[in-house]
């Protein structure tokens, strides 16, 4: 029956709806997993973030921006925090005379591992209450939620080197 081919494309794009609509509930919910181990740390989720999106190299203001998802203004006022206390640095963009690039300082680099640490045990201390099956899954499903992040480098995955980060 014809109709049946011409419903498909409308079945693929309701259960593609469907999974976009779950996703996002697992990683809104994940975000807030991740912020409550925040606690009295050196430095917050969203200064992390920017930390790490600085890890590579050198970066415009404009690209933490909108990684960050605010204002330019509202990103330089990031920086400048982290500036201050000795995490970054701002140098000029070889490439624009106008522009500056944000790169971490060594302190900066101590700070992050310290903080990514941490994350790490407080993450595993939780995933020590999943079964092994579970665990597998999630490993499992690490490639794809990365793929979609555009970092497949970041979870071992070598498919795709030189993704960028997000």
Same mark, same amino acid.
Do not use: W
């Given at each position: ?24 509930? =697992? ?20 200064? =992390? ?29 990031? =920086? ?5 206390? @000795? ?74 080197? @030189?993704?960028?980060?997000?």
């Amino acid at each position: 029956m014809e109709t049946s081919r011409t419903s498909a494309p409308d079945d693929d794009r309701a259960r593609m709806l469907a999974s976009a609509a779950r996703l996002r509930e =697992v990683l809104r919910h994940g975000v807030y997993f991740l912020r409550s181990m925040e606690g009295a740390r050196e430095i917050t989720s969203q200064q =992390v973030s920017l930390l790490t999106m600085l890890r590579p190299g050198g970066v415009r203001m404009t690209s933490i921006a909108a990684q960050l998802g605010v204002r330019t203004p509202t990103a330089t006022q990031s =920086v400048d925090r982290l500036s201050r206390a @000795g995490l970054v640095q701002r140098d000029p963009d070889p490439t624009d005379a106008r522009a500056v690039l944000v790169s971490l300082t060594p302190l900066g680099h101590e700070v992050l591992e310290r903080e990514d640490q941490h994350r790490n045990e407080c993450v595993a201390d939780v995933l020590r209450e999943l079964s092994e099956q579970e665990v597998a899954t999630l490993d499992a499903a690490l490639p794809v939620l990365a793929k979609l992040a555009g970092a497949e480098h970041e979870t071992g995955d070598d498919a795709a080197p @030189g993704t960028a980060r997000s």
